[in-house]
Each structure stands twice: as structure tokens, then as C-alpha cells.
């Protein structure tokens, strides 16, 4: 049983282009062969774009993408023609497949951030496929089977937090990241970009002491 505590300040940064992006875990030229994932996670990103930039055309396979937008406005678009845009609150799941190219940029004028969370599926190969959830102002429970999400027992739990309590699901591992604000968890603070991985503790409680914008990942029954 063990909570260990990740600093947002010990994140990986990547400036590019304008961009910037802090990587909770390894990814592109950032390596530690010690962070590559937890539970199903492969990576989780938390993106600033200034208006005018973004991703173009990229290619993904089997993996399953969840980007939860904060602020702004990003455009999805694929080589199907799909056009979406997302705006703060919207949680959109790509299921990508045996392979999907887009493309991610924010709206003219408008300054963007967002979290995108990637996540390694059950099974490989398949169809590529994609959904939009509504986040809203609260705290919102997200399903794997709501989300169409190609991981069994997964859960998702986004939103902002008032100041309280927050029991968090009971699952074999949990992954708790404060996106802002701050809140207490057993005895540790948690701060703006600051994540706890959890085994295999049970019944606990995110004690939420300014209101916070938190993202929760549980895995397994």
C-alpha cells in the first residue's frame, strides 16, 4: 500500500512553437525509465496554446486519447473530414485504433489549455472512433463504458471542487492530479500540477482546501 506524491515543479517541460507543455510522465525526448506509466497511462499532458498554434496532422494507433479542455477553444480534426470544436468543460475520447491521423489547434484569438490523458487499450487494432462527454462546472463521474473508453474499469472523475471532502473511488490504483487549486491527501498537500499515484489504499479522502480543478483516474474494481 503506497501513495507516492509527484511535484508539478519536477514535471517535464517541453517549449515549443509557442507551446507549453509539462508531461507528468516520460514522453518524446523526456526519459525516465522509472515514470513511463501508471496503470493504463502512458502519458498525461498539460497543454498551454496561444492562439494560432497547435498540432497539425500527426498519427496515433492503439491508443486511447482523453483530452479534457480547461479554457478556450481546440479544433479536432481528422483525415475522415471530422470537424469538432471543444470548448471548456468538453471531454473528448479518441479510440484511435489501427490508426488515426488529426490534427489539434486552437481557435482563431482565442488562448487554449487543456489535458490530455493517453491511456494504452485492452486490445489492439480496430476501428478508430471518437466521443464527446460534458464535463460542466462540477465534479462529473465518467465511465469507461460511458466513454466508450477501450479500458476495462476505468473511471474518470473531472471537474472543480468546491472546499470539502471528496471520497475518492475505491480502486486498486488511483491517480489523483491537481490541475489547480489545492487540496490535502492523508497528510499530504497537493498543489497546482502536483499528482499522487495510489496502490491499494482504500476508503480515502481528498480534502479540498481552496476550490480545485482535479482529475481522478481509477483503475480496476
Not at 8 to 21: I, K
Not at 109 to 125: A, H, M, N, S, Y
Request: hydrophobic letters at 40%; a negative charge.
Amino acid at each position: 500500500m503506497t501513495i507516492a506524491v509527484r511535484r508539478g515543479d519536477d514535471r517535464f517541460l517541453t517549449e515549443a512553437e509557442g507551446r507549453t507543455t509539462w508531461h507528468s510522465f516520460s514522453f518524446g525526448s523526456h526519459y525516465d525509465g522509472s515514470n513511463v506509466g501508471f496503470g493504463a497511462i502512458v502519458a498525461l499532458n498539460d497543454e498551454l496554446l496561444p492562439p494560432g498554434t497547435g498540432y497539425d496532422d500527426h498519427l496515433h494507433r492503439d491508443t486511447e486519447i482523453v483530452t479534457w479542455v480547461l479554457e478556450g477553444a481546440l479544433r479536432h480534426t481528422d483525415t475522415s473530414g471530422e470537424s469538432t470544436v471543444l470548448t471548456a468543460g468538453d471531454v473528448q475520447r479518441i479510440s484511435a485504433g489501427d490508426g488515426i491521423v488529426h490534427a489539434e489547434r486552437t481557435e482563431p484569438g482565442i488562448r487554449t489549455r487543456f489535458v490530455q490523458t493517453w491511456l494504452r487499450p485492452d486490445e489492439p487494432g480496430g476501428v478508430p472512433s471518437y466521443a464527446i462527454e460534458r464535463a460542466g462546472t462540477g465534479l462529473v463521474e465518467l465511465t469507461a463504458a460511458g466513454l466508450g473508453l477501450g479500458v476495462a474499469n476505468a473511471r474518470l472523475l473531472v471537474g472543480r471542487a468546491g472546499t470539502g471532502d471528496l471520497v475518492l473511488p475505491g480502486a486498486p490504483l488511483l491517480h489523483v492530479f491537481v490541475v489547480e487549486g489545492q487540496a490535502a491527501l492523508d497528510g499530504r498537500l497537493l498543489g497546482t500540477g502536483d499528482a499522487a499515484r495510489i496502490v491499494d489504499e482504500g476508503g480515502l479522502t481528498l480534502s479540498v482546501t481552496t476550490p480545485a480543478t482535479v482529475a481522478v483516474w481509477a483503475f480496476g474494481s
